[in-house]
C-alpha cells in the first residue's frame, strides 16, 4: 500500500478553478492506477475520474467531463485533479484513492490506499 494526501481544496466562487492534489509515498507509486472521488453531505461517495499508472489513460464521470481533468506527475508521485467552472453541485469532500492492479475506474472496492480527503466548496 501506498500513503496519500491530498491537499489544495478550499472555498471557490461558482465558475472558477481549483487544483486538487495527491500526494503518495512509496517507490512503487507510478505502478498505481489513481482514482479521484467525492462524498457531499447526506449523499454516497461517487467517483470523478481516473488515470492508468503511466498517465496516457484517463476516465471521467459524465458529470464532470469536459470540466476537469486528471494527470499525474510520477516523478513527484504526485496526481492532480485540475477543476474549472466548477459549479455548486461540486461542493465535497474530495478524495484519492490507489490501485496496485492497476485499476483506474468507477468501482471503490477495487482501491487498495485512500487518503484522508480534502474539502471543496463551490459559493454560487
Known amino acids: 500500500q501506498v500513503q496519500l494526501i491530498e491537499s489544495g481544496g478550499g472555498l471557490v466562487q461558482a465558475g472558477g478553478s481549483l487544483r486538487l492534489s495527491c500526494a503518495a509515498s512509496g517507490r512503487t507509486f507510478s505502478s498505481y492506477g489513481v482514482g479521484w472521488f467525492r462524498q457531499a453531505p447526506g449523499k454516497e461517495r461517487e467517483f470523478v475520474a481516473g488515470v492508468n499508472w503511466s498517465g496516457g489513460s484517463t476516465y471521467y464521470a459524465v458529470s464532470v467531463k469536459g470540466r476537469f481533468t486528471v494527470s499525474r506527475d510520477n516523478a513527484k508521485n504526485t496526481v492532480y485533479l485540475q477543476m474549472n467552472n466548477v459549479k455548486p453541485e461540486d461542493t465535497a469532500v474530495y478524495y484519492c484513492?490507489?490501485?496496485?492492479?492497476?485499476?483506474?475506474?468507477?468501482?471503490?472496492?477495487?482501491?487498495?490506499?485512500w487518503g484522508q480527503g480534502t474539502q471543496v466548496t463551490v459559493a454560487s
Open positions: 484513492a490507489a490501485d496496485r492492479e492497476p485499476y483506474y475506474g468507477p468501482r471503490h472496492y477495487h482501491y487498495d490506499s
